[in-house]
């Protein structure tokens, strides 16, 4: 009889691809922008990792410069573009440490949020989850979880979690 305990199914390397991926090494990709969703999605996220284990990682999308009839001004404002986006994830960089203990994985890209999540998710085998907040207002759900989370969900590479924006921390912490 072996003492070894079987290993729970949530905890079995799962196969991607060529790779094989333990669950402590998967990871969990959020978008990071300024909505509260944001905030939900990413608090989610830190609660599954520290419970299922993981890593986080958070991604700005920076929208495409529009054509500028000159090169050092669109130059200019795609400088100043990525220093809003590394200052949105450091801020939510210390709010992951503050929660977990542990640092994310930072991604800044540009182009259009569908395609750069798409690109990203292929280039990074590790990546097996996407978490989205979605909006509360009369709008729907916001851009990004109608294109994903709706019209391309059947086939995308891997699951999407949505996390409700009117979720509170503390029922978020009784969902994970």
């Not at 130059?75 to 100043?80: A, G, L, S, V």
């Not at 990203?120 to 996407?130: A, G, K, M, T, W």
Request: proline share 8%.
């Amino acid at each position: 009889m072996s003492s070894e305990s079987p290993v729970p199914p949530d905890r079995a390397p799962k196969e991607v691809g060529r790779e094989v991926i333990r669950p402590d090494d998967r990871v969990y990709l959020c978008v990071v922008d300024s909505t509260e969703e944001c905030h939900k999605a990413i608090y989610f996220s830190v609660r599954r990792c520290v419970r299922a284990g993981g890593t986080l990682a958070l991604l700005y999308c920076m929208e495409p410069a529009e054509f500028q009839h000159w090169m050092s001004v669109e130059e200019k404002m795609r400088e100043e573009a990525r220093e809003e986006a590394e200052g949105f994830l450091q801020q939510y960089a210390l709010r992951v440490q503050e929660w977990s203990g542990r640092t994310p994985v930072l991604y800044v890209r540009e182009g259009k949020p569908a395609e750069v999540i798409e690109e990203l998710i292929n280039e990074e085998p590790r990546i097996s989850i996407l978490v989205l907040g979605a909006g509360t207002d009369r709008k729907g759900p916001g851009p990004l979880v109608s294109s994903i989370g709706g019209k391309m969900s059947g086939q995308f590479p891997i699951p999407i979690m949505i996390v409700p924006g009117n979720l509170t921390e503390e029922q978020i912490d009784a969902l994970t």
